[in-house]
């Protein structure tokens, strides 16, 4: 137990793929691991732009939607497709 009283969290391989008596690892030393990788990513900022902008329009059709009282009117969501996007990007 930690000294706050909480329990260490421990994760271990499912072996899924064969016994290989891999050893317990704490949660936080885990997420240390994954940390010296997802600072290695980078996305570029014309990527985060578009998916942001994408996002936004969703919402405000969806926002606008259901802020409309009136009944029976078709309902339409903003549909981008991300492909053809990157493609017209080359990215």
């Not at 997802?38 to 926002?63: G, M, N, R």
């Amino acid at each position: 137990m930690k000294k706050s009283g909480r329990a260490y969290i421990y994760y271990h391989c499912s072996e899924y793929h064969g016994k290989h008596n891999a050893p317990y690892i704490r949660e936080e030393d885990l997420t240390k691991q994954f940390a010296k990788y997802f600072d290695q990513i980078h996305i570029p900022e014309k990527i985060v732009q578009a998916v942001l902008q994408t996002l936004q329009a969703s919402h405000q059709a969806k926002k606008d939607y259901y802020d409309n009282d009136t009944v029976g009117e078709p309902l339409i969501f903003l549909r981008t497709d991300f492909l053809s996007f990157f493609r017209e990007q080359n990215c």
